[in-house]
């Protein structure tokens, strides 16, 4: 009777696992390339496309509200790791601070090294969405996308660019780095989009 108790208070993490993940408890890096290097002093994200351009300073953001987010983070090469600690902007309090053209339907992101990854609008839209500057309490270490990097936790984590530098606002789907080499172009784990086909 007491292990039941038990087993139904204990968190249930079974199903926090998409199918086809298994958990790790390190948090690997996963990189195509190398780190860039990136000076903080021309630091910058700009907004552009369907969108009036406007770019935003390293200090521009620090005077942004800030929320905190726990997170599971899912890489489509079959690790997960479950309840990540960010910090950062959402995404929905950012919209308010750009014009975004009604045409647009999805956002390119865009990072230093060259980077890419598509989402459509309403994937990038979501309440949990957040441009994050901090993992665990620290700022984001640079192999891990700092200084600031896009988390959208309920996609697969090769939509969450790190170094972003730019968002560009589409009418039409323009696909990212991965996508154009075979992967889905949505990528939500709990389906299984891995690839496309
Ligand atoms: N700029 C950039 N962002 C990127 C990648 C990358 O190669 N470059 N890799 C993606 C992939 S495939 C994953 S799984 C996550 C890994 O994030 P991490 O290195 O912080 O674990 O970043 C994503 N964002
Ligand atoms: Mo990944």
């Known amino acids: 009777m007491f292990d039941k108790l038990f087993k139904t208070s204990a968190p249930d993490r079974t199903n926090r696992v998409p199918p086809g993940q298994n958990l790790t408890n390190g948090f690997p890096v996963l990189t195509y390339g190398s780190t860039p290097r990136i000076n903080m002093r021309e630091w910058q994200l700009k907004v552009f496309g369907l969108a009036t351009v406007k770019e935003f300073t390293w200090q521009d953001f620090q005077d942004m509200p ?13 690790w997960s790791k479950l309840d990540v600690q960010w910090r950062g902007v959402r995404v929905l309090d950012f919209m308010k601070l750009i014009e975004v053209d ?3 339907q999805h956002v390119l992101e ?8 598509n989402l459509a609008l309403e994937d990038f839209l979501k309440e949990e969405n957040i441009l994050a500057t901090s993992l665990f309490k620290e700022p984001i270490p640079a192999e891990h996308g700092g200084p600031l990097r896009l988390l959208v936790p309920h996609l697969y ?3 969450s660019a790190k170094w972003l530098n730019g968002l560009e606002f589409t009418e039409q789907e323009k696909l990212g780095f991965w996508e154009v080499n075979g992967y889905h172009r949505r990528g939500e784990p709990w389906a299984e989009e891995r690839y496309s086909g």
């Open 66 to 78: 800030q929320i905190e987010l726990t997170a599971d983070f899912h890489c489509v090469t079959r």
């Open 102 to 104: 009604p045409k647009a």
């Open 110 to 117: 865009h990072s230093y090294g060259g980077y890419t990854t």
């Open 157 to 159: 984590a090769w939509k």
